[in-house]
């Protein structure tokens, strides 16, 4: 997977209660993504960072707030989980905008 | 923005015969075109991908066509295997500025 973890591979939380999924690289890309992949909606960006502490918003941003305090590790919170915010998470990554992109593992989230 | 279309969701087909997966954009801006394979639990990985500035890429198996005039593309699986059941996305970028825009998904199952 390109030098792309993810932590952790599987997380059960209750309504309400703080998560935080964690991607690191070894790889030295500059832009870092995170995905949600739902049945019937594909992937769909949350947000991304072209930079440490240079992140913007994606599509489905709302509920969730990131931070990149390093080039390897790119945080994504969900500051009070919703049911809605069941999926499965892909980090991905890549040198640059128009290029190729290389995905995690995922994270699997289900939020009771 | 950008948007893209993907056919069919699903796709069953015979080991040994052709598959051949479709993508249209709206973008006409748009010169990056991915496509990857995501097997069962796992993330998406990069198969092919093609700019546009050429009409067609193969690898092997794999083969991708790009008809600009008519803003689509499109995924050419030969003499399928069972390992090639899997779930791929196509997506379309406007390159150095942007990201790209995924498709919803083809299922593709092979029997044996």
């Known amino acids: 997977d390109a030098g792309i973890t993810q932590s952790p591979r599987h997380k059960v939380t209750e309504t309400g209660t703080p998560v935080t999924l964690r991607c690191h690289q070894t790889?030295?890309?500059?832009?870092m993504y995170w995905y949600r992949q739902d049945p019937g909606h594909g992937l769909r960006l949350i947000h991304y960072s072209y930079g440490v502490k240079d992140t913007d918003k994606g599509e489905v941003s709302d509920g969730y707030s990131v931070s990149r305090s390093k080039t390897e590790d790119f945080l994504l919170t969900l500051e009070s989980a919703t049911s809605s915010q069941t999926s499965v998470y892909f980090c991905?990554?890549?040198?640059?905008?128009?290029?190729?992109?290389?995905f995690g593992p995922g994270t699997r989230l289900l939020v009771l | 923005g950008e948007n893209v279309e993907q056919h069919p969701s699903t796709l069953s087909v015979q080991e040994g015969d052709s598959a051949v997966i479709k993508c249209t954009y709206s973008?006409?801006?748009?010169?990056?075109f991915p496509w990857y394979k995501q097997e069962l639990g796992k993330g998406p990985q990069l198969i092919i991908d093609i700019r546009s500035n050429v009409g067609e890429k193969k690898d092997q198996r794999i083969a991708v066509t790009l008809n600009k005039t008519a803003k689509h593309f499109s995924l050419h699986i030969t003499e399928t295997q069972p390992e090639d059941s899997a779930v791929y996305f196509c997506a379309a970028s406007k390159g150095g500025s942007y990201i790209p825009t995924f498709g919803r998904g083809t299922s593709l199952i092979v029997h044996p």
């Open positions: 973008d006409s801006a748009s010169n990056y």
């Open positions: 790889e030295n890309h500059r832009y």
């Open positions: 991905a990554i890549s040198a640059g905008l128009g290029q190729a992109q290389y």
